[in-house]
């Protein structure tokens, strides 16, 4: 059985080292790893630290309490009607606990989390080639809004 609910904080270590989670697929050539490795930490500490403001980090752990994955959720505003939605700034799941349902446990329950604010949407942002996480993003009902494009010169 799989709990979620909100970070403690000896879950610090947990969340820092998962980091690295977000560069285990192909990066665009132009990218330095080190800096986005520097650049996801620096979020994971911000997130451990309340930021973005309102925003929550929640962890899944096991019935024995190894910890599997996080979610930080927060709201936006929608850049052309200014509405309030909710919005995944990161989920990560631990890499011997993948392919085990726990992103999608972490999604459904940003989904709920979101809902029970009153908004009518949920929102996130991924990378192109992180293939995994796009697919379960797509099989859970979500759909390309904009994208962003970059020309190396």
Known sequence: MVHIRLMREEDHSFI???ASRFLDFPQP?????EKMLEAQKRLAREAIS???AGSKLYVAEDQSGKL???LLIGEVSDFFTQEKKGFIYGLAVAKEAE???IGQ???NYAEKWAKERGYDQVALSVFANNH???SLYEKLGFEVETMSMVKSL
């Not at 050539?29 to 790893?33: I, L």
Request: hydrophobic share 40%; glycine share 18%.
């Open 50 to 52: 309340g930021k973005p």
């Open 29 to 33: 050539a132009w990218r330095d790893q």
């Open 16 to 18: 820092l080292d998962l």
């Open 68 to 70: 599997l994955g996080y």
């Open 132 to 134: 995994r996480a796009r």
């Open 99 to 101: 392919g085990k349902g």
């Open 105 to 107: 446990m972490l999604m």
